[in-house]
């Protein structure tokens, strides 16, 4: 199964185009399941209930995931490859993408740690690209902190062997060619 993360939020979103380009050129002949993030409802763990935290927590130290904020850890975990697609917000990601991986990054369910305190990753894909598009140019990698980080988050966390990034830079400048930017993201991706 083909796991893509949605979180593009804007009427007419380039992100979401060329994840659509991408998943065109991609032809990926199982299923593919998509997570919507403009229509659920995910916020930060903390913020999911007075117990959510202390839950989490009993959940980890129990080994009992059946509690519905996992729900997103299980499918994340049960994918063979996975697609995320955002903005790039703030030299970031958007918070409920954020508020998503949380989610996704629980103990237990996506990953574990040994006795040696190393991580031992619970996820299936073999296969991560990070799609993204921004208004202004290219960053250095120490200002990224948007594919930065679920680079990171896909290789310490998940040992995922390939991780890639499709990026179209320059949207917003005066009379940028959106169309050619975004063909050129997907060819040099
Ligand atoms: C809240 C917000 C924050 C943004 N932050 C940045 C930024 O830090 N750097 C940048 O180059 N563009 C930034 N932009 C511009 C977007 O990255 C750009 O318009 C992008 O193509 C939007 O994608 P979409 O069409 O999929 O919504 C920001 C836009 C918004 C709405």
């Known amino acids: 199964m083909l796991l893509y993360v949605n979180g593009c939020f804007r009427e007419g979103s380039r992100t979401e185009r060329l994840a659509s380009m991408w998943l065109e050129r991609r032809a990926y002949e199982g299923e593919t399941c998509r997570v919507m993030l403009s229509e659920l409802d995910v916020c930060p763990l903390d913020a999911l209930g007075p117990h959510a935290l202390a839950e989490y927590s009993r959940a980890v130290k129990q080994g009992d995931y059946t509690h519905p904020m996992f729900t997103l850890a299980k499918q994340f ?24 991986l949380e989610l996704v990054c629980s103990q237990g369910v996506t990953f574990d740690v040994d006795e040696t305190g190393a991580y031992v990753s619970l996820v299936g894909a073999k296969r991560l690209t990070y799609v993204t598009t921004a208004g202004g140019a290219k960053v250095d990698a120490l200002d990224d902190h948007a594919f930065g980080y679920v680079h990171t988050l896909a290789q310490r966390f998940w040992h ?12 917003d400048g005066l009379g940028a060619n959106v169309d050619a930017l975004l063909q050129k993201a997907l060819e040099e991706g």
């Open 77 to 100: 975990a049960q994918a063979d490859e996975i697609l995320v697609a955002a903005p790039f917000w703030n030299y970031g990601i958007p918070a409920k993408l954020h508020a998503y």
């Open 160 to 171: 995922i062997p390939r991780i890639d990034c499709v990026a179209a830079w320059g949207l």
